[in-house]
């Protein structure tokens, strides 16, 4: 008997569209107040933005069986997904209006595995070094009891968003 799992999301390109009209803590802000529609991969992966302040963003997911590997796991892409998002999300709560960042890179260290016992997970992401056009982060994955499940640094490269349009 197989198990079903069903959800939606919103059009992209809406969050797309205000990254860069206010600055990132804003933006980032109002997508944790529900004023932005969540992007598609917190609804795939079923995570939330906790927290947000300036430097700092936390994710959250409890795992389910949904995220597994084929050995009964956490799947690493769940994990690094999390951290990725926490230390991009730390870096973007940090640059004015009209700037936005991508990952250049994501290093990832897996700690301890994860399943549905683990319990509810998260993902603390904190900005380490920002300059003009690149910022250092990193993020550490955590359990209940904050232990450290997984530990990533990521490189982001800054640049302007082009005004909008209309």
Same mark, same amino acid.
């Given at each position: 008997m197989?198990?079903?799992?069903?959800?939606?999301?919103?059009?992209?390109?809406l969050?797309?569209e205000?990254?860069?009209r206010?600055?990132?803590?804003?933006?980032?802000?109002?997508?944790q107040?529900?004023?932005?529609?969540?992007?598609?991969?917190?609804?795939t992966?079923?995570? *939330? /933005?906790?927290?947000?302040?300036? =430097?700092? +963003? #936390?994710? @959250?997911?409890?795992p389910?069986?949904?995220? %597994?590997?084929?050995?009964?796991?956490?799947?690493?892409?769940?994990?690094? *997904? /999390?951290l990725?998002?926490?230390? =991009?999300? +730390? #870096?973007? @709560?940090?640059?004015p209006r009209g700037?936005a %960042?991508?990952?250049?890179?994501?290093?990832?260290?897996?700690?301890?595995?994860?399943?549905?016992?683990?319990?509810p997970?998260? +993902?603390?992401?904190?900005?380490?070094?920002?300059?003009?056009?690149?910022?250092?982060?990193?993020?550490q994955?955590?359990?209940?009891?904050d232990?450290?499940?997984?530990?990533?640094?990521?490189?982001?490269?800054?640049?302007?968003?082009?005004?909008?349009?209309?």
């Open positions: 197989g198990r079903t799992r069903t959800y939606q999301w919103d059009d992209p390109a969050l797309a205000a990254a860069g206010s600055s990132g803590i804003d933006f980032l802000r109002d997508l107040a529900g004023r932005l529609p969540g992007p598609p991969i917190c609804h992966l079923d995570f *939330t /933005l906790d927290e947000v302040e300036p =430097g700092r +963003a #936390v994710f @959250s997911l409890t389910g069986e949904e995220h %597994y590997n084929l050995i009964g796991s956490v799947h690493g892409g769940v994990f690094a *997904t /999390l990725d998002s926490a230390a =991009g999300c +730390a #870096v973007h @709560s940090t640059l700037m %960042y991508t990952s250049l890179d994501l290093t990832v260290k897996f700690l301890r595995p994860i399943t549905v016992d683990t319990g997970v998260r +993902a603390i992401g904190t900005v380490i070094s920002k300059g003009r056009r690149t910022a250092l982060s990193q993020a994955l955590v359990d209940g009891t232990r450290l499940l997984a530990h990533a640094t990521s490189s982001c490269m800054l640049f302007e968003v082009p005004p909008s349009e209309g």
